[in-house]
């Protein structure tokens, strides 16, 4: 097998075969700061296991890839799936270009001292050529799993997401001399936001998050609010981010109004929802129930690399093993082994499952 | 007249008189960062100007003598009244000694660097003997006056203090794969926190304030709580800060339990009310009348070197002047000039008093 890096600092392992067409298997190495040990080694290592068990077979009829997608996490500059979006041509190098870490360091700059230039990082896109499916295997990061009691599910796509940062400005007053009914506090105003973003998430079975992690570091003297949800109703359970922030903007203003504040919101970023392919589901859907017994079909509350590969065309699907308790990005992030075992198992079956629906065209 | 620097770095102007009791008219120049141009200038220069005058009348039947207290607002290192407490004694150097400033840098160190020793601070306490009365002149810094149409009030004393660093711990998880309802989310805790903390205080008459300022700054990773209410009724209007605090860690449990957060509270420093003296209190009363017509007697949500004064046991007594649209510890600080002139002849005509009262024993 053949190994090389491309332009975006994607690391790629080729397996060739009989056609050039490709089926990809890919994930990312990198993690968020103190997170868990398998988000992402899980999908990067399940996939090696899987080329091993296919270049012990002899060449097969369609070249099949490895990838190891740089940066997914993006923890350092607040921009996730960078080597992916590159890859699928979504990555503005504008919107990069700024970037600064907590201590000031510029994006382009780190990725020069790592070999890979920021304007050329596109260029990885030709690593796509002649690719026919994306397969990705990932712990689900959630709870779901664990209360249905199931090992293993098939991803139906990832929600739509929009990242704001919500800003109200209220008045500075001494702290001791100014009565409740004087202020204008524009903390207490964040505060309802919280509660009521809470409420109009759960009213829509979507999810919502205001000022952790990432975000809250990046706009240490703002306040960031984070709504992800998928933009229209794609599926049962699927999310209505742009819904969501709407009602929230609206209530926003409500508040601001009966604080006394300003409020303003700056969208961040926004993604689509990224449904994944037909076909793939249900050749997934056959993986997992000939290796655990049942089957389940969820959406992906978090975003990963597939979402990109399917945005670029490429059929996508991702398979889910159960995280204990739901926790991830956490180190007491786990799976059982036996569901760990299952989960390459039933990757290694949907990759000869896609192998063969490749091949024959 | 003499002038002097203490050990704790107040500055004092000595105008002897026929004895060697002393009335203080006191003052700090030293102001928040991006503060105001009142607080605390107008005291010290209110002073400069009565002891300009007594100056040129001749010597005063009692020592007169002006000090500008040194680091009132504490805002470098979080804690306030340094040179009053020095000097009334309350001060514990070693609660001082650990701060540091946002940079880093140690409290004793800078304190040197401008010939303090903080071991010896408390000498200060020196310049006290004799001292027979307390006088300080202050803008409100709150909207009161404004709303009552009164330019000046004799201040019936200080409000206790709490200030608790309150914190709530959850649990990390993936914010896009972790539903609403399976969060153990400190930031929805701290909000409900802050909106319920508005009710106690709104429902006692009291204030209390969240995480902005000095304590934000100082708790850049923690959430601060600063309860800020008098610890017992001990005149009407007066607030209950302990009661407050109380309510506000029964609340603040009882929200852990629900959002499945901890909760810790600790103790930041703690403040009882200092009424100020009834016969100074009478006389403060008649020089407001003699200067504007009329007055009005109101206790001060805002600590001031005069709270310490109050607690060495110096008869003590504090003039307000009304502060337009109630704003301090911001640039946009202002009162009117006629207001300001009216304060200084007030001062003037308690000082006369007091010194007058002093002088007869």
């Known amino acids: 097998m053949s190994v090389e890096t491309d332009p975006a600092g994607n690391l790629w392992a080729t397996l060739p075969g009989a056609s050039e067409r490709a089926v990809l298997i890919g994930g990312?190495?990198?993690?968020v700061s103190n997170g868990g040990w398998l988000d992402g080694c899980l999908n990067v290592l399940g996939g090696l296991e899987v080329l091993r068990r296919l270049a012990a077979d002899g060449p097969p009829p369609v070249t099949v890839r490895l990838v190891d997608w740089?940066?997914?996490?993006?923890?350092?500059f607040g921009r996730s799936l960078f080597g992916s979006s590159a890859a699928s041509q979504s990555l503005d190098p504008e919107l990069?270009?700024?970037?600064?870490?907590?201590?000031?360091?510029?994006?382009?700059?780190?990725?020069?001292?790592?070999g890979i230039d920021l304007v050329h990082a596109r260029d990885a896109g030709r690593q796509l050529t002649g690719?026919?499916?994306?397969?990705?295997?990932?712990?689900?990061?959630?709870?779901?799993?664990?209360?249905?009691?199931?090992?293993?599910?098939?991803?139906?796509?990832?929600?739509?997401?929009?990242?704001?940062?919500?800003?109200f400005s209220g008045e500075r007053a001494?702290?001791?001399?100014?009565?409740?009914?004087?202020?204008?506090?524009?903390?207490?105003?964040?505060?309802?936001?919280?509660?009521?973003?809470?409420?109009?998430?759960?009213?829509?079975?979507s999810v919502t998050t205001v000022g952790t992690g990432r975000d809250a570091r990046r706009h240490r003297d703002r306040r960031g609010a984070a709504?992800?949800?998928?933009?229209?109703?794609?599926?049962?359970?699927?999310?209505?981010?742009?819904?969501d922030a709407r009602r929230g903007r609206g209530c926003s203003r409500r508040i601001a109004e009966e604080e006394g504040c300003e409020v303003?919101?700056?969208?961040?970023?926004?993604?689509?929802?990224?449904?994944?392919?037909?076909?793939?589901?249900?050749?997934a859907d056959e993986a997992v129930r000939e290796t655990v017994g049942t089957?389940?079909?969820?959406?992906?509350?978090?975003?990963?690399?597939?979402?990109?590969?399917?945005?670029?065309?490429?059929?996508?699907?991702?398979?889910?093993?159960?995280?204990?308790?739901g926790l991830s990005h956490n180190p007491e992030e786990d799976t059982r082994t036996e569901h760990i075992v299952a989960s390459v198992e039933a990757l290694d079956r949907l990759a000869s499952k896609t192998i063969a629906w490749v091949a024959s065209g």
């Open 96 to 114: 990069f270009r700024g970037l600064r870490d907590a201590s000031g360091a510029a994006l382009p700059e780190v990725l020069a001292e790592h």
């Open 28 to 31: 990312h190495l990198d993690s």
């Open 295 to 325: 089957s389940h079909r969820m959406p992906s509350g978090a975003l990963h690399d597939a979402a990109e590969m399917a945005s670029a065309g490429i059929p996508t699907v991702m398979l889910f093993v159960q995280s204990l308790r």
């Open 264 to 283: 303003a919101w700056e969208l961040q970023w926004r993604i689509p929802p990224r449904p994944f392919h037909p076909q793939l589901i249900e050749l």
């Open 174 to 205: 001494h702290v001791g001399a100014t009565p409740m009914d004087m202020r204008r506090d524009s903390v207490a105003a964040t505060a309802r936001l919280v509660l009521e973003g809470r409420r109009i998430a759960q009213a829509a079975g």
């Open 227 to 243: 709504l992800r949800a998928g933009d229209r109703p794609a599926a049962p359970g699927w999310r209505d981010a742009a819904g």
């Open 131 to 167: 690719a026919a499916a994306y397969l990705e295997l990932h712990i689900e990061q959630g709870p779901v799993l664990e209360r249905l009691d199931l090992p293993l599910a098939v991803v139906l796509g990832t929600y739509g997401v929009e990242r704001h940062v919500v800003r």
């Open 70 to 76: 740089a940066d997914e996490e993006g923890f350092r």
